[in-house]
């Protein structure tokens, strides 16, 4: 077919608007990747919601108040009812795979109860946040009643509590990765002075993991993390195993004006805890975050005793510690 004059016309000013629009669509898309100069696109970056020290310090109450979750006692059991319950409430599966069981070194034996929470468990990306919420059975710094419990309200129901309010507040927001809270069970039966005879539940979940290749990003243990005016040191293995961890907590509290908690210093003063087996077995990098005693070099002196109580749960730590993980969690892509 001929075209007349007009239509060429047409067909020219046609084309020319096609050619205009498509170079116009492409300045659109290129340039504000040339101008980040990033080269994947970049998920957005969500801001950390606020941690509710209230809401972490209630978690720790909770627990307290149901006895001392010592491995095999009514409160023990309970406390996993407690825990696996709101963790689903916040969206998290759970599991505590069934059949497992450890020998203490007393030669006692209990079914393990690893308390197992994913957050959208689909996704690639993820971080590991642990801590053990089983009560140690004896309190024997103290000076009465060793052979009793204590309410392990720091040493042990601090980091659960912790835990439990960042999943809250990952329900309420949903951050960019895959979250997975693992509460270890049977940490605290060791005896002193036999380094192998503590960490029972990291242990056995680090060597038969919940999910077969299971891989997080990273993972923060934590331990002791409520104590009134708390000295976080960089923990010496974790800053030997782990050391771009620690410096992305640190970092982050840094920024959000948490320094004095989280100081500078590396000290190694832990020997046997549950981020051990995690590095170690699973081989997966993770830190512990864990109260320091600069006047002793070692665990603050309520540690294993009966004044490990309420009285040892301050809200501005929790809040520090809390905080600074959400800011972690929600800058993680
Ligand atoms: C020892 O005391 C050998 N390890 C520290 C692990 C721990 C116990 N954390 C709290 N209680
Ligand atoms: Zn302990």
């Known amino acids: 077919m001929a075209l007349t004059g007009r ?3 047409r067909l020219f000013i046609f084309a020319a608007s096609l050619l205009l629009m498509s170079c116009g669509n492409e300045t659109s898309t290129t340039a504000p990747d040339t101008a980040s100069s990033a080269k994947a696109p970049e998920v957005k970056k969500i801001p950390a919601p606020a941690f509710n020290p209230d809401s972490a310090y209630a978690y720790i109450k909770a627990q307290v108040d149901l006895g001392p979750r010592v491995p ?13 319950a709101k963790l689903r409430s916040y969206g998290f599966e759970v599991m505590i795979p069934a059949g497992q069981t450890v020998k203490t070194s007393d030669g006692k034996q209990f079914a393990l109860k690893n308390i197992i929470a994913s957050y959208k468990p689909e996704l690639q990306s993820r971080v590991m946040l642990c801590s ?8 024997e710094s103290d000076t009465k009643d060793k052979d009793k419990p204590g309410d392990g309200a720091n040493d042990g129901a601090s980091g659960v509590g912790v835990a439990l309010e960042v999943a809250r507040q990952i329900s309420l927001l949903h951050p960019n990765v895959g979250v997975d809270i693992i509460y270890f069970d049977v940490e605290d039966y060791g005896d002193n002075g036999n380094e192998d005879s503590w960490c029972l539940g990291s242990k056995y979940w680090a ?7 299971y891989v997080a990003n990273f993972g923060i243990l934590l331990d002791m ?7 976080f040191v960089k923990e010496g293995y974790s800053a030997e195993m782990a050391p771009q961890i620690v410096d992305k907590v640190w970092s982050a509290a840094e920024r959000l004006g948490y320094g004095n908690y989280f100081q500078p210093q590396t000290v190694r003063f832990v020997g046997a805890d549950d981020h051990v087996p995690v590095n170690e077995q699973a081989h997966i990098p993770c830190i512990d975050i864990i109260q320091y005693n600069k006047a002793t070099g070692g665990f603050p002196d309520y540690h294993h005793t009966h004044k490990d109580n309420m009285d040892a ?3 501005n730590t929790l809040k520090a510690v809390g905080q600074t993980l959400l800011e972690v969690i929600y800058s993680e892509q």
């Open 313 to 315: 749960i301050d809200k």
């Open 207 to 213: 060597t038969n993991l919940h999910k077969r290749d």
């Open 72 to 84: 095999g006692s009514t409160a023990h059991a309970a406390c996993a009812e407690f825990l696996s």
């Open 225 to 231: 993390v409520g104590g009134p005016g708390a000295v």
């Open 7 to 9: 239509s060429k016309n």
């Open 132 to 139: 053990h919420w089983d009560t140690r059975p004896v309190t």
